[in-house]
């Protein structure tokens, strides 16, 4: 068996669906022989997890899956894998490094008192 992260797309409908389009982006862990039944896997995934339900202005909320964008094999895991990597073009890299640096702190202060460093 091998490893794939895969990204399962869904669109967010509200309503009538009159708001700014929205999509939830997933990455998701598949085991599969091979590229073929990972996708497979993947996508009957994504079309078991469609949903609706009626939120609080009485709207029905819709998450329809729309696809697999990416899929990439993993072979085997070990520590320290990349997973995922992604290129940020900023108009400030002070701002930017500032913001991951806040995200960290906060991660950092949310461990358990004996993991802090």
């Given at each position: 068996?091998n490893?794939y992260?895969?990204?399962?797309?869904?669109?967010?409908?509200?309503?009538a669906?009159e708001h700014?389009p929205?999509?939830?982006?997933?990455?998701?862990?598949i085991?599969?022989?091979?590229?073929?039944?990972?996708?497979?896997?993947a996508?009957?995934?994504?079309?078991?997890e469609?949903?609706?339900?009626?939120?609080s202005?009485?709207?029905i909320v819709?998450?329809?899956f729309?696809?697999?964008?990416?899929?990439k094999?993993?072979?085997?895991l070990?520590?320290?894998?990349?997973?995922?990597?992604r290129?940020?073009?900023?108009?400030s890299?002070?701002?930017?490094?500032?913001?991951v640096?806040?995200?960290?702190?906060k991660?950092?202060?949310e461990l358990?008192t004996?993991?802090?460093?």
């Amino acid at each position: 068996m091998n490893w794939y992260l895969t990204k399962l797309v869904f669109r967010i409908v509200c309503g009538a669906g009159e708001h700014i389009p929205q999509f939830d982006e997933q990455l998701r862990l598949i085991t599969a022989y091979d590229e073929k039944e990972a996708f497979d896997k993947a996508f009957h995934l994504g079309k078991q997890e469609e949903d609706s339900f009626i939120n609080s202005r009485n709207e029905i909320v819709q998450w329809l899956f729309i696809n697999i964008s990416e899929m990439k094999s993993l072979g085997s895991l070990s520590d320290g894998l990349e997973l995922y990597s992604r290129i940020e073009e900023k108009d400030s890299a002070a701002h930017f490094i500032n913001c991951v640096n806040r995200k960290a702190e906060k991660l950092r202060n949310e461990l358990p008192t004996h993991y802090k460093l």
